[in-house]
């Protein structure tokens, strides 16, 4: 059974940098690419960053480019995501998903709240 | 970046009824076009992907559809549990990029 776990959400004060982990498991993690959605309160989706199953290529979305870094460990079937210069609409639940462009599998997704 | 509209973003049914919803999009993605339905506290569930193809487990009441850049989920009969908000995504280039939602609720 595919699983995808987040973990490493929480409260963190604007300017203050986070990083999120994905753990998967039930499929071979290395032959996939991998993305990161969130979701602001009340608000729709937003998708935010993707890595190619090797790590060797990454996108990021407009809002989030140039503080947050996408990442993995095949060794570890883990994913990260890496937010810095954190911004109160950085608010939002954070999911993971198998595939650069989301599909079947998601995780449960981790709240995220930038707030002084 | 390429844009999605979508529309409605609000659209009350009654149960039985056929609605559709609609994204169109700001550029060429042939068909990577992809869609979720999401209930309130879950994740996004995958519906349509390829514009046309229905997901495993879908039910048959689900379609989708192309017209040009004009891309369509329609319901065909209208059940409670269809009751939840619907994306559109566009995955032919990255970014990607979601429609805005459509929240389908009880008339």
């Known amino acids: 059974e595919v699983q995808l776990v987040e973990s490493g959400g929480g409260l963190v004060q604007p300017g203050r940098s986070l990083k999120l982990s994905c753990a998967a498991s039930?499929?071979?993690?290395?032959?996939?690419?991998m993305a990161w959605v969130r979701q602001a309160p009340t608000k729709g989706l937003e998708w935010v960053a993707s890595i190619s199953y090797g790590g060797s290529n990454t996108h990021y979305g407009d809002s989030v480019k140039g503080r947050f870094t996408i990442s993995r460990d095949n060794a570890k079937s883990t994913l990260y995501l890496q937010m810095d210069s954190l911004r109160s609409e950085d608010t939002a639940t954070y999911y993971c998903?198998?595939?650069?462009?989301?599909?079947?599998?998601w995780g449960q997704g981790v709240m995220v709240t930038v707030s002084s | 970046d390429i844009q999605m509209t979508q529309s409605p973003s609000s659209l009350p049914a009654s149960l039985g009824d056929r609605v559709t919803i609609t994204c169109r999009a700001s550029?060429?993605?042939?068909?990577?076009l992809r869609w979720f339905q999401q209930k309130p506290g879950k994740s996004p569930r995958l519906m349509i992907y390829g514009a046309t193809n229905l997901a495993a487990g879908v039910p048959s009441r689900f379609s989708g559809s192309r017209s040009g850049s004009d891309y369509s989920l329609t319901i065909s009969s209208l059940e409670s549990e269809d009751m939840a908000d619907y994306y559109c995504?566009?995955?032919?280039?990255?970014?990607?990029?979601f429609g805005a939602g459509t929240k389908l609720e009880l008339k």
């Open positions: 995504l566009q995955s032919k280039e990255s970014p990607n990029t």
């Open positions: 039930g499929f071979t993690f290395s032959d996939y690419n």
């Open positions: 998903a198998r595939g650069g462009a989301p599909g079947n599998y």
């Open positions: 550029q060429d993605i042939g068909n990577y």
